[in-house]
């Protein structure tokens, strides 16, 4: 990559996730101030553009759950130069996978039959409702991805230093202190 | 080459002695020089089977835990080729398993992990396995996580070489591969385990975990959180 | 503790006492019981716990390790499919299929009434006369969809395997071309007789001077490792015949049982003498189980010729006796040091070397470890001395050798040759026409192209263990690969995590070719993995798994372009069947119900 003559574009969305990556991408306080004169962010919850147009990064928190969070990862692939994995559930299935030695049928009975306390309890088929996937992956797994940032969530400084790597056309490193998984 | 005693080798350049039947990385190790590893523990036979320790000894690959050091050995190890296998299988360990760091108490304190953030593994790379491996809660004072186990057998060596017990063994085979434990009901609590077993203290990973004192150290204070694994001296980890 | 009423005892007590309650027979025993209650029994493993002093995880973890046992109740019919590519060829699936439907149970599963089980297994050494499948363990061949229907018939009536038709279990030898030691005759003791009178170190220095080279593949040889054995000290020696005859594709191990064993037996005692061992085993595959009474039986007829036993041919100093030892389904036992393991009653694992058996071998003393052609061979030698035998074959590789010929020829079976015979020699002689590859030495080995067929059969050229599989222009060598990939991927000890976790992965990969999934992010995946496990791998089991992918990449590339369907990366798995679970469960099917699997990317 070359220095940029104009801002990249940089998208960012969360999956099956909890938004905990978005949180700590926040964490990087008054460096956001830097990060605006060289970025300007498309389809992001900062921004509430609700869908993906040509970006050069793509930044994706959480895995894969159900049928809707494979049509946005899509969507990002699509139109993202560069796809980055953000934190444990996009890197390795994280929390959400965790359901991943139980069958979906025992989950949604468990969830929508058997429960205790549930009166006519029944499994939600409204079309408008994603339907969910039989294990829950993390994004690799279904398309390419460039970067990972792992950590649950990353520090700021950990997501900070991936990106300015990357602006700067380094090979994002994290090094002791900032590569954590948990 | 000096061709005075002690005989040595040279580890990345750096002049290694090392003593009547030792192997690389014991003297490596002795010498306060960091390999990667897993399956091997200074205390213990060396095991040869994770393989993390592989370096070029002579130019020719090889576990570094079983290989005899040679007097005059030119040994590469901190090289790009070797890390970048290292982190393969670190990898493939990875996916084999369960690793869910941010629920384990062992996170901060784990080998596995330590040895991933040494050589910069930012992703699983591969695909999972999700293997279903259930846990052993049956022991009041134990728990068993296998979904964390690699198989490095040192709980295995430990409880019968030591302990003289025989609590733990291997079962299955290939992929199949996994940890049993000595009852008929395949449960620890029906084991003769104790607390004072040298077998629950040598798990590099979060399968052995003695209960209720899960993160006490706070993140931050953890073994790998001060210092990366390359220069913590083995095997003082806290909470193993 | 030993439980007076433990309803076990009454099988067990006999099969310990026939072993002495000896833990190193641990393998044996429970192939025993398992003979004589169909698996083994959760309590069975409380008697056997107590009676050998064993915890009870080690005897799980050993019984764990192998295929053919079972710590869970199997049909009281186990009918396992062979599953090398050559069965494959000649449609091994369909009849699995056509058997599985027959009898209403699910291929790796046992029937509800636990009548039957169906699987596969790893080939079982009947290459040149499958598809072949085991019926509790006891070889049926030339199967056709005739014989399937019997079969079926036969499980459903009940009627148990020795009352089944004789012509079901006939096994072919098949030997098409002779020469030494298939042609010569052979008459008990006249090797032994040969070396009393020339005396064990001359002997020795005829082996030596015969340049006899090790029949298993590596090439060893085996006048300096019966030398290295007899030079190291140790309480007491032992020989040690590998008859794990487990590569796919070879079978002439077999046949040299069948119809050699005494030839095989003698060199076993030519060695014992040199090397000074008193105990010999013979470890014979659980595949050739239906052998073994043929083989004890040839055992006791060279005892009553004291030919063995105490005071051999009346020399007072010269005692030696042979005990089978079976196997039970792993491949990787084939590797000498696994093989020791196992003879120890443990999981068979690769013990890391140095040191090596003919110093630290079985029970870590003195072991010579050779393969059954080669024990046969050196009764030839003691017999013509070395000249005579270093005269034939070539410089490098002396004496002849067996090839186990297989799928598309006219005439499979075992050929024997003076080293130095060319491919296209041997692919002449069996009737192979319109030849697209040769797969030489089993999966494990090398996968000659056309331009190929001048090379020869030698340690410096072609090396081999005796396996020669046959590929016609209608065969997919994709599909070859990715069977022998299987078949690493099942046989893997799991010992070493590159050859444990690689070898699936790349299984996962090579389906995923199959597929139509794959992507040249894929290939290049594929190589990666190919070059991990040549290097760190704890044995050759782990080294040579990716040989077959990459000589069929290197030398038929087109078969794995047009594997290549995708541009881009797509996922292994099918995104549309992952949702059907949930579609089930809601009863939904409107389009959002479904994901395209196969996406357009940027």
Redesign the interface.
Known sequence: MTAPIKKLKVATTSLAGCFGCHMSFLDIDERLLDLVQLVEFDRSPLTDIKTCGPCDIGIIEGGLCN?EN??VL?EF????TILI?MG?CS?????P??R??L???VI?EEVYHAQHGLVDGF???D??L??????V??I??????D????G?PPSGDAIWKVLTDLLAGRQ??????L???? | MSKANPPSFTLDGKTIPFGEGQTIIQAAMDAGVYIPHLCFNPEFKPHGSCKLCTVKADGRQTASCTQQAKDGMVVESDIKEINDERRALLQMLFVEGNHFCPSCEKSGNCQLQATAYELDMMSPHFDHFFPDRPLDASHPDYLLDFNRCILCSLCVRASRDVDGKNVFALSGRGIKSHLIVNAKSGHLADTDFSGDDKAAHVCPVGVILKKRVGFATPIGQRSFDEQPISATPHPVVKGA | MVNQTNPHAAYLDPILARHRHNPADLLQILIAAQEAHGHIHTDAIDHLSAALDLPRAKIEGVAGFYSFLHLKPQGQYRVLFSDNITDRMLGNMELMNSLCSQLWVEAGKVSEDGLVSINTTSCTGMCDQGPALLVNNIAINRLTQERINAIAELIRERVPVSAWPAEFFAIEDNIRRRDILLDGHFQSGSALAALLQRGSDATLNEIKASKLRGRGGAGFSTGMKWEFCRNATGDAHYVVCNADEGEPGTFKDRVLLNGYADRVFEGMTLCARIIGAKQGFLYLRGEYRYLLEHLKAVLQHRRQQNLLGKGILGQADFDFDIEIHLGAGAYVCGEESALIESLEGKRGTPRNRPPFPVTHGYLNQPTVVNNVETFAATTLIAENGGAWYAGIGTETSSGTKILSVSGDCERPGLYEYPFGVTIAQVLADCGAHNTQAVQVSGASGVCLAPNEFQRRIAFDDIPTAGAFMVFDKTRDMFEVARNFIHFFAHESCGFCTPCRVGTSLLCNMMDKLAGGHGSPYDFAEIEKLNVLLQSTSHCGLGHSACNPVLDTIAKFRPAYDKRLAQKDFIPAFDLDRALSQARQMTGRDDTGAHLERNHEQS
């Open positions: 049928a494979v049509h899509r692939r699509a139109n993202c994995a444990a890197v390795n299935g994280g929390l996978a965790q991943n030695h069958s979906l049928p949604l499994i939600p088929n079309p408008e994603p339907l969910p996937l039989d294990k992956h993390p690799h797994e279904v398309v390419k991805v970067y990972f940032i792992p649950c994002p490193e994290l090094g002791h202190g590569i954590h998984y948990d």
